[in-house]
């Protein structure tokens, strides 16, 4: 039976919340698609992504389904492979953020690499938000971890990004799928092993979040706050 199986592991209350969850994702590249596809398989469908860009060659080492769709939109590609979602070709920038309204979301999770889009959705969402750092140029997935913000380590990316915060006196924080392993080059590789393993890390963490918040986890499973969030 469809989704059987991820019922026995989260049982059936909890996989009700799922079904009823509200998620935006933004981003659908090496590792918002992998965060898709497993949001998806385990019975998340009113799920929104955000994303203007068009698959070309260099996405097939690490997208999903870039290899089936070169030239085309990339939510509109996915669209036909999760029928339920809604798409949207939007250039995600600091306006564009200004203007969308995240109210009627339950999480926001950002798979995107501009600098100054982050930032803006982090000063508007962040109580909701989760977000992914640094995953290309390294090639080792153990190192992934989940950690709040102000607590990453060992990655440039997210030094800038708190950097940027503190100038604009920002003082919340949020949990970051991040790795502790130094980037291996200085050109921008990527290893699918490591960006995929960030989005099925992004997941795992949202679906937790989601059966958190209606209080229907089990009392022994690994709670978010575990991980230091």
């Known amino acids: ?114 600098m100054w889009a982050k930032i803006a959705i982090i000063q508007k969402c962040y109580p909701k938000l989760i977000s992914s750092v640094g995953s290309a140029k390294r090639l080792d997935p153990t190192k992934i971890e989940i950690r709040p913000l102000k607590k990453t380590e060992g990655d440039p990316f997210a030094s800038k990004l708190r950097y940027e915060l503190r100038k604009r006196q920002f003082k919340g924080d949020f949990p970051c799928i991040c790795s502790s392993e130094l980037p291996v080059s200085k050109e921008k590789g990527s290893f699918v092993g490591v960006t995929g393993a960030f989005g099925l890390t992004m997941c795992s963490l949202a679906l937790r979040r989601v059966g958190e918040k209606k209080g229907k986890m089990p009392k022994d499973h690994p709670k978010s706050e575990q991980t230091g969030i």
């Not at 918002?32 to 799920?47: A, H, T």
């Not at 999903?64 to 509109?76: P, Y």
Request: charged fraction near 25%; glycine fraction near 6%; include cysteine.
């Open 1 to 114: 039976m469809k989704n059987s199986r991820t019922k026995l592991v989260f049982g059936e209350e909890v996989f009700e919340t799922f079904q009823n969850a509200k998620i935006l994702l933004l981003g659908v590249g090496g590792v918002g698609s992998f965060c898709l596809d497993c949001l998806y398989r385990c019975g998340v469908r009113d799920i929104t992504i955000v994303d203007c860009d068009r698959y070309d060659v260099s996405n097939q080492n690490r997208q999903m389904h870039s290899q089936d769709h070169e030239g085309e939109l990339k939510v509109h590609a996915l669209q036909t492979h999760y029928p339920e979602v809604i798409a949207l070709a939007d250039k995600i920038t600091p306006e564009w953020v200004e203007a969308f309204d995240f109210e009627p979301y339950d999480l926001v999770l950002d798979a995107i690499d501009d």
